[in-house]
């Protein structure tokens, strides 16, 4: 029972911690914020984590979790190969756009995750190309699955950007998505013929 209760104070300071981040960005954010965003004393946060530092960390890791089991499961779904692989892709290029347009912190965000949380993410990539992989071996490509995989995810980490402001907005990411994973396993396909 204990390990519960435990849990649950870790994920509540975690939740309190995002909604710090997002509203204040990496920088102004104090374990002080946090405690006060939980509702805890500041002991309380330093008998989870050592610093802000290992906060930010934990958060990284737990965006970085859901987007992997979101992707897996996009993988997992009926649909078209083009179908499954837009929905993986959503599941990582949208929840960082998301989070990213929805803070008036977000660069300062993504720049701290590249700093902070940077190792966390690149040990993803190779998790997250790996659902791709999966997706695309029933595609019959003219290229090795993960060779082809990593240049999705490479294709689709643009979708979220825009030459000028402002950025575009979800549907539009998403639409985007779609767009690229129907064009880019279409001519793999055709470039083996």
Do not use: N
Not at 67 to 88: F, H, I, N, Q, W
Not at 100 to 111: I, P, R
Not at 180 to 185: F, I, P, R, Y
């Amino acid at each position: 029972m204990a390990r519960k209760a435990k849990g649950e104070k870790q994920e509540l300071l975690l939740e309190a911690a995002g909604r710090c981040f997002l509203l204040h960005g990496y920088r102004r954010t104090s374990v002080d914020d946090v405690a006060r965003e939980a509702g805890v004393a500041k002991g309380t946060v330093y008998l989870y984590f050592r610093s802000k530092e290992e906060i930010f960390r934990a958060v990284s890791a737990a965006i970085i979790g859901k987007y992997l089991e979101d992707a897996k499961r996009a993988a997992a779904s009926p649909g078209t190969v083009e179908e499954r692989l837009a929905a993986a892709l959503e599941a990582k290029v949208l929840t960082v756009h998301l989070l990213k347009s929805g803070s008036a912190h977000g660069q300062e965000l993504v720049d701290s995750a590249h700093t902070v949380s940077g190792d966390l993410y690149s040990a993803s990539y190779g998790a997250f190309v790996k659902v791709l992989a999966k997706i695309l071996q029933d595609a019959r490509l003219s290229i090795p699955a993960t060779e082809a995989a990593w240049m999705v995810f490479r294709a689709a980490m643009s979708t979220g950007f825009s030459p000028a402001p402002p950025p575009p907005g979800a549907a539009e990411v998403r639409r985007r998505l779609r767009a690229l994973a129907g064009v880019l396993v279409r001519g793999l396909r055709a470039a083996k013929a």
